[in-house]
């Protein structure tokens, strides 16, 4: 019998196991599960608890209940893994032996990583909403907050759902006008990237919604340090953005036994396969949810399409058949945008996210890049999808696991002088020079060979972090 051990219960964890336990029986698979705990928060619910939309009571769940029966749930830390014996140290002393091994323990805010985050001001004017207590805190922050200079900042690339930083920005301004505190508050949204955001249609989309509701845009922002005296953001470059109360998104790291094994890259990132997530040094590992170098967006939604993929393959090498399908970075996400409306995104490796209509081209009934109402009920209908479909692994109607370009207005020769934002990164334009990063610029990844697949053809990613 094969044994399959999976690190990190979360989202892809969760769904990859429960996957595996309905295709494979437990006399022909043994699937072990290891998490710190037995909490499983929805992730996405934590930007709705400032605005005292959701409560902790909403987005937390026994991980034990999601977890189907016939796959054994060990609760500890992980300590290393050593891909030479194939074996994984727990915390706890166990050792689990594995013949695959599926890394999937996502990424975590790391505030210690950017002199002065976590100083004297951090948990007063100094906030998150990235983890459940960061989350909890803000909201009590949100209701003392009385007008003043709101910054909203984004640290450094890669983070995971990159538009819930814009997303947080549209619902605290609805927020403090429906307070009446909006007059008496400056916003700003300040990035590490060159535009509203990384791809042209999108920036421009977004950055347009920014000027619509009066929040300035600082871009190019790569933070140096954040200097507690004076309540300021300091950049390489000198700037110096002034805050009563700063929301920032601190860097987004792997967990740090990936770094104690020698499996990871600067950020402890495992690097992996575009279209496979088999790790690129260890065969029999495979990265999935956010924990890889996938250059998509890290979010629950490609999760679920890498998972897909890498069931399929799985089940193929075990029934003793080569393996045919490759990713293809699909994403799909919704962008709250405040006062009831939400945007949409849909993308992947080769096409950025366009307007449009989603799923079905004319009919909808979702809106791609614009605001309508019906995105946002389909962004907090995603909860119910969250714990009924997507984690027991059910399918989820008219989501292709392959990205699709039916209802996508495709906009040709998108540049950044074409997008109205001159700073926007063009798909086409030459790498931008280096930023001054807070960390030390990364080692380049080797490229690989994308595999060849039945049903698509996979070039080789063009998009940047994202
Ligand atoms: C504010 C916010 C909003 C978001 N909004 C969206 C959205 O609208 N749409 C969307 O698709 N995605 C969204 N996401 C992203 C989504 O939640 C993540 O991409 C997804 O959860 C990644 O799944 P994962 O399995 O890789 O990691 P996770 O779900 O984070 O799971 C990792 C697991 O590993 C465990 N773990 C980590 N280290 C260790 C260790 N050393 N020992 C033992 N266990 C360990 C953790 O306890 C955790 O259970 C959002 C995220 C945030 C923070």
Redesign the pocket.
């Known amino acids: 019998m094969k044994r399959l051990v999976i690190?990190?219960?979360?989202?892809?964890?969760?769904m990859v196991a429960n996957k595996l336990r309905a295709a494979l029986g437990t006399h022909e698979l043994h699937i072990t599960v290891?998490?710190?705990?037995d909490a499983?928060?929805?992730?996405?619910?934590?930007?709705f608890m400032p605005f005292g939309i959701y409560n902790t009571s909403d987005i937390v769940r026994s991980?034990h209940r999601f977890i189907d029966d016939g796959i054994e749930l060990v609760l500890?830390?992980?300590g290393t893994v050593d891909p030479a014996s194939r074996t994984v140290h727990l915390?706890d002393g166990r050792l689990l032996a594995y013949d695959v091994l599926v890394i999937?323990?996502?990424?975590?805010p790391r505030p210690d990583a950017t002199p002065g985050m976590n100083g004297k001001l951090w948990g007063s004017s100094i906030h998150e909403?990235?983890?459940l207590p960061g989350?909890q805190a803000l909201t009590e922050a949100m209701r003392r907050f009385r007008g003043g200079r709101l910054v909203v900042h984004i640290t450094e690339m890669p983070i995971?759902?990159p538009?819930?930083p814009m997303?947080f920005t549209f619902l605290a301004d609805d927020w403090l006008r429906k307070h009446r505190i909006r007059e008496r508050t400056e916003v700003t949204y300040v990035t590490p990237l060159d535009g509203a955001f990384t791809k042209p249609v999108a920036s421009r989309e977004l950055a347009t919604a920014l000027v619509d509701r009066e929040i300035a845009l600082e871009t190019d922002f790569a933070v140096e340090h954040i200097d507690n005296d004076t309540s300021e953001l300091v950049s390489f470059d000198g700037r110096r953005i002034g805050f009563d109360l700063l929301v920032t998104v601190p860097l987004n790291m792997g967990?740090?036994?990936i770094a104690r094994s020698g499996l990871g890259d600067e950020l402890n990132l495992v690097p992996c396969d575009q279209h496979t997530m088999r790790s690129l040094a260890h065969p029999e590992i495979h990265v999935?949810?956010?924990?890889g170098t996938l250059q998509t967006?890290?979010?629950?939604?490609?999760?679920?399409f890498a998972v897909d993929v890498f069931v399929h393959n799985f089940l193929d090498e075990f029934n003793g058949r080569p393996a045919t399908h490759g990713f293809d970075g699909h994403?799909?996400?919704?962008i709250e945008s405040g006062n009831g409306k939400g945007m949409l995104l849909d993308f992947n490796y080769t096409t950025e996210p366009f307007t449009g209509d989603f799923p079905l081209p004319v009919v909808g009934p979702f809106k791609l890049l614009k605001e309508t109402r019906l995105n946002h009920i389909g962004?907090l209908a995603?909860r119910w999808i969250y714990w009924n479909l997507l984690l027991p692994g059910r399918p989820i109607p008219l989501i292709p696991t392959a990205m699709s370009l039916a209802g996508k207005r495709m906009e040709k020769d998108v540049t950044a002088a074409g997008t109205g934002m001159p700073t926007a990164v063009a798909l086409s334009s030459p790498p931008p020079p280096p930023r001054p990063a807070t960390r030390p610029a990364p080692e380049p990844r080797p490229e690989t060979t994308p595999l060849a697949t039945t049903d698509q053809v996979l070039p080789t990613p063009i998009i940047p972090k994202f």
């Open positions: 690190l990190g219960g979360g989202t892809a964890g969760t290891v998490d710190r705990d499983h928060n929805y992730q996405p619910g934590y930007l991980r500890t830390e992980i915390a999937a323990t996502g990424v975590s909403f990235y983890s989350a995971k759902c538009v819930a997303e967990a740090d036994y999935l949810g956010d924990a967006s890290k979010a629950g939604s490609v999760a679920h994403a799909n996400c919704f962004k995603f």
